[in-house]
């Protein structure tokens, strides 16, 4: 249910009343009012001659709920700050549900209006008392922390988990966890001589420990335990089984460390669905051969059948032929073979994408993604040799005299030769000068120090 400010306007727009979770009103069931409970008859008048129930529910700190007693008909409407009967003193809470529903809840609880645990309603909180409080509120995490030191130092096995302080600020409760019996006598010394405080310590189990700090679970929501669930019933490992989940302790495993309270939530349907199904360990009997057990779809109703002496393959059959060959087992007579079977099944197709907008693709403005093999060839296309680079080098070399010789026997179209050819013997066989190389170029640079050590 939801406050006032999270209806509707008049357009049928939802308000909202963008609190994130942490509703003032304390009627959404979430953030700091866990377990919350709208009053669905607080607009109805009650029956002439019916006097108003006159015990009142009171929240606490994480959502920690007592029943009280109004004996002196003090006007209280849900929501106000009311000072109660402590034990000792007086303790400080939030009256979270008035009227006729407080029976329903003290019925649920199997409280009765003349119990013991019923006390009474003080005063409304004056201003003070509120002031004392929150100082005591405040006190609560250096207490925590200063609680662990203590407790580390005397080398105690158990968990403090939290702390909480009365209204009146004379009394603190901490709550702990451990998996055995702890003596904690001188704990109880140290923290009273610590903190000058009456000290009460209070054992709690670890799905209680993940109600009071709450959190997230894997799917993402607020923990059930801290928001609606208000009993903790016994999970099983049957539990997992019954619904086909592998027993992985890592997925099936809550914030508290134990198997989480959603595998109860479904339980009862896979139950009545299991009904109709045959025992896992029947044998199937066949003209190929004996079939077990492997799995099933319990919603889809099919089951998966293997022979004994061929296990590598596994034969979808539904459960109405399933049913029949155990018939036919009973009556000593034996079925047809799997793979007959399995070819009479009909398996629908599933669609993946459906064009109904008459888009093809979500990804066809994105731009193409080029192969890195065509990046390769391109790189190695600009790439040049090495041998390449050396064989261009020379003729450039040879570039400025080109035109020098054109300049000067442009009648002759092979220069070269008239040059060589010029003042030499008739009968001798003349050689074409090639272009030099790097290292006649550099022979051609020794060749002075090679002549003066000829001379010398």
Same mark, same amino acid.
């Given at each position: 249910m939801a406050c006032g400010s999270c209806g509707t306007t008049e357009n049928g727009v939802p308000r909202g009343c963008k609190s994130n979770g942490n509703c003032g009103t304390g009627t959404c069931g979430s953030g700091s009012n866990k377990l919350a409970v709208f009053d669905w008859l607080s607009n109805m008048t009650l029956p002439s001659g019916q006097e108003r129930f006159n015990i009142f529910e009171v929240r606490f700190k994480n959502g920690r709920k007592?029943?009280?007693?109004?004996?002196?008909?003090?006007?209280?409407?849900?929501?106000?700050?009311?000072?109660?009967e402590g034990n000792p003193g007086h303790d400080i809470g939030t009256v979270s549900l008035a009227g006729e529903l407080v029976k329903v809840q003290m019925k649920k609880r199997k409280i009765t209006e003349d119990s013991e645990d019923v006390k009474k309603i003080y005063r409304k909180a004056s201003q003070r008392d509120i002031d004392v409080?929150?100082?005591?509120?405040?006190?609560?995490?250096?207490?925590?922390?200063?609680?662990?030191?203590?407790?580390?130092?005397?080398?105690?096995?158990?968990?403090?988990?939290?702390?909480?302080y009365q209204g009146d600020g004379n009394k603190a409760t901490f709550y702990y966890t451990a998996e055995s019996r702890v003596d904690f006598r001188q704990l109880i010394r140290d923290l009273a001589s610590a903190f000058s405080i009456r000290v009460e310590m209070k054992q709690v189990g670890a799905r209680q420990e993940a109600a009071r700090l709450g959190g997230v679970g894997s799917c993402g929501r607020e923990l059930c335990c801290s928001t609606w669930l208000t009993d903790f019933r016994k999970v099983t490992t049957s539990a997992a089984r019954y619904q086909q989940?592998?027993?992985?302790?890592?997925?099936?495993?809550?914030?508290?460390?134990?198997? +989480?309270?959603?595998?109860?939530?479904?339980? /009862?349907?896979?139950?009545? $669905?299991? &009904?109709?199904?045959? !025992?896992?360990?029947?044998?199937?009997?066949?003209?190929?051969?004996?079939?077990?057990?492997?799995?099933?779809?319990?919603?889809?109703?099919?089951?998966?059948?293997?022979?004994?002496?061929?296990?590598?393959?596994?034969?979808?059959?539904?459960?109405?032929?399933v049913l029949e060959i155990i018939e036919l087992n009973k009556n000593n007579k034996k079925s047809?073979?799997?793979?007959?079977?399995?070819?009479?099944?009909?398996?629908?197709?599933?669609?993946?994408?459906?064009?109904?907008?008459?888009?093809?693709?979500?990804?066809?403005?994105?731009?193409?993604?080029?192969?890195?093999?065509?990046?390769?060839?391109?790189?190695? +296309?600009?790439?040049?040799?090495?041998?390449? /680079?050396?064989?261009?080098? $020379?003729? &450039?070399?040879?570039? !400025?005299?080109?035109?020098?010789?054109?300049q000067q026997n442009k009648n002759n179209p092979n220069p070269r030769k008239q040059n060589n050819t010029k003042?030499?013997?008739?009968?001798?066989?003349?050689?074409?000068?090639?272009?030099?190389?790097?290292?006649?170029?550099?022979?051609?640079?020794?060749?002075?120090k090679n002549g003066n050590d000829s001379e010398k």
């Open positions: 007592h029943f009280y007693k109004n004996v002196d008909n003090l006007p209280i409407t849900m929501g106000d700050i009311v000072a109660v409080w929150q100082q005591a509120r405040a006190k609560e995490e250096e207490t925590q922390r200063r609680g662990r030191e203590i407790l580390g130092r005397l080398g105690l096995q158990m968990k403090l988990s939290d702390v909480e989940l592998s027993l992985n302790p890592l997925k099936l495993a809550g914030q508290c460390g134990k198997l +989480k309270c959603c595998l109860n939530f479904e339980l /009862d349907t896979y139950l009545d $669905a299991l &009904k109709s199904f045959p !025992k896992q360990d029947v044998v199937l009997k066949t003209e190929k051969g004996e079939a077990v057990f492997v799995k099933m779809d319990i919603f889809k109703n099919y089951l998966w059948y293997t022979y004994k002496e061929e296990r590598f393959k596994w034969f979808r059959l539904t459960l109405e032929q047809a073979t799997l793979e007959e079977y399995e070819s009479d099944v009909v398996i629908p197709e599933k669609v993946d994408f459906e064009d109904a907008v008459g888009q093809d693709s979500l990804t066809r403005f994105d731009a193409p993604k080029t192969s890195k093999r065509r990046r390769n060839n391109r790189n190695r +296309k600009k790439k040049k040799p090495v041998g390449a /680079d050396a064989t261009k080098v $020379a003729p &450039k070399t040879n570039t !400025k005299r080109k035109p020098q010789a054109k003042n030499k013997p008739t009968g001798e066989i003349t050689k074409i000068n090639q272009p030099r190389r790097k290292n006649n170029r550099n022979r051609a640079n020794n060749n002075p």
